[in-house]
């Protein structure tokens, strides 16, 4: 499951409870891979550990509004009359009250935000009612009880909660063996499930797929005969399951099978795929170092030239901050060279330098202004938007009404579909030109930031122009872009800016 998310484009931070080492292995595998990750430690059955353990990934990534739980504490089955209370209890608490606490830790943001995800590992035994399986049964069917009283009480806020429920699964602690026969033999697709299945199922949960289901258990063991309760789904409706902007998923063990212990775990992110064609992204969360990591899948990677960066807070998590001399440049790529555009991001001004064009972000064959495939610029404290084409410097040039040299963050945009190049500040249009040509383009490297006094966020340059809705949604909601999974499901979504 962690694969599979990471995969997918999100962020991970793996939760252990005693097994570090294996937590760490899979985070540098993760990283490996481009895709940020942290381990931190919990006990999803303590109130106190899961609210420290969301604080830490709060600190570290931001705001969570998605959660994954699936953590059982493994114990000895028998039957009713021989099982002690203290199974009973270690059930109760690792099913019910560990759904119970993740709740309260998470949904309250999710809440706040308008948006948010929950997805819980179930199974299928809390259907079928197995000899010596009561205590497990138990905590299972009252897991199932808390979510779907929880996806009532929630879903007129935009959050969704839903359950998956596999049987016997193949995996690294159980693998296939001739022996299985006795249990496959009675499921019609002949075979075990298996993890990635498991994985697959979540993935969908938490996309946009499933925006508009909720109260449901997926059922992911090939139709095993079983019993199966009857549940009310005539008031399951959910008013305002419209897909949010961003999310985050929180996992507290693998998808193992159904004895897994509460070990391990992760937590992702993502973002609805509102608008395709991302070539860049620059969320700016580093908070330290000389790169710039790109979150568009493209390795843009952006490289300090001429000092150091000072990291600070941003607008969402941290910005990379410049001064005069210092700016990111990126290793030309015919991707950067565009025909339609829109170039977006926070930016906070400390001062205006007088030193001539303050670039947020452009790409031009040093000074040479008739080779500019797109600028984003500050001067005289007004944001300028302008390309050349022709041999045209200025082919269109379009400066804002806003003064933005007040170190309070704005949200400025750059549009081009061939028609007009458009300019925003703060979400709203300030200037706009008709033009029907193609911008220059040329082999020069990006530029982020050059001769600038102040902070840049959550950049973005796109190959398609943005509508104005879709502007102030990436300004209310953070950025989007799609990014297409690994494996047998494949959805649009992907995290942009991480929000624990």
């Known amino acids: 499951m962690v694969r599979t998310l990471a995969e997918a484009g999100a962020d991970i931070a793996i939760c252990y409870y005693r097994d570090q080492e294996t937590a760490r292995l899979l985070q540098d595998e993760i990283t490996a891979k481009g895709v940020r990750a942290a381990i931190v430690q919990a006990d999803v059955t303590n109130q106190d550990s899961i609210n420290a353990m969301r604080d830490v990934v709060s600190e570290r990534l931001g705001l969570a509004d998605i959660i994954v739980n699936n953590a059982v504490i493994q114990y000895n089955w028998t039957s009713v009359l021989e099982q002690s209370a203290e199974d009973y209890e270690s059930q109760f608490q690792s099913c019910v009250l560990h759904n119970v606490y993740m709740a309260q830790a998470f949904v309250p943001g999710m809440i706040e935000s308008g948006w948010g995800r ?14 010596t ?3 497990y049964t138990s905590g299972k069917r009252g897991m199932d009880g808390v979510l779907r009283v929880l996806a009532k009480e929630v879903g007129a806020h935009g ?8 049987g016997w699964t193949v995996s690294e602690k159980s693998e296939a063996s001739a022996s299985d026969e006795h249990y496959w033999s009675k499921v019609p697709m002949q075979r ?7 994985a697959n199922t979540v993935l969908f949960l938490a996309s946009d797929l499933a925006s ?16 199966k309760l009857e549940y009310e789904m005539l008031n399951d409706h959910n008013p305002n399951a419209e897909t949010g902007q961003h999310w985050e998923v929180d996992v507290h063990a693998t998808p193992e099978e159904l004895q897994t212990f509460a070990e391990t775990g992760l937590s992702c992110s993502r973002s609805s795929a509102q608008h395709p064609d991302a070539v860049g992204i620059w969320l700016f969360d580093e908070g330290a170092g000389d790169e710039a990591a790109d979150s568009s899948g493209h390795e843009h990677t952006a490289s300090v030239v001429g000092g150091k960066l000072e990291w600070a807070d941003g607008k969402i998590g941290k910005a990379a901050g410049f001064k005069p001399g210092t700016y990111l440049e990126v290793e030309h790529t015919d991707a950067l060279n565009l025909e339609t555009f829109t170039v977006a991001a926070w930016i906070k001004f400390v001062s205006d330098t007088d030193g001539g064009e303050q670039n947020i972000a452009y790409k031009q064959v040093g000074d040479d202004r008739a080779t500019r495939n797109y600028t984003l610029k500050m001067w005289g404290s007004k944001i300028y938007g302008i390309f050349a084409s022709d041999g045209n410097t200025d082919a269109v040039e379009l400066e804002s009404a806003t003064d933005v040299v007040d170190e309070k963050w704005h949200h400025v945009a750059l549009t081009y579909d061939k028609k007009a190049l458009r300019l925003y500040v703060n ?14 383009t040329n082999d020069a490297p990006l530029r982020i930031g050059n001769g600038i006094d102040g902070f840049i966020d959550e950049l973005q340059i796109l190959s398609v122009a943005l509508s104005a809705d879709e502007i102030q949604s990436d300004m209310d909601n953070g950025i989007q872009l799609p990014v297409e999974s690994i494996g047998k499901v494949t959805t649009t979504w992907s995290r942009l800016k991480t929000q624990w």
């Open 192 to 198: 075990r499930g298996t993890a990635q299945e498991i």
């Open 118 to 131: 929950v997805v819980s590992i179930n199974t299928e035994c809390s259907m079928q009612n197995f000899a």
């Open 159 to 166: 959050v969704t909660v839903n359950q998956v429920a596999p």
């Open 133 to 135: 399986q009561s205590a």
């Open 427 to 440: 979400g709203k249009e300030e200037g706009s030109g008709n033009f029907a040509k193609n911008p220059e």
């Open 212 to 227: 508009y289901i909720t109260g449901q258990v997926v059922s992911t063991e090939g139709n095993m005969e079983r019993h």
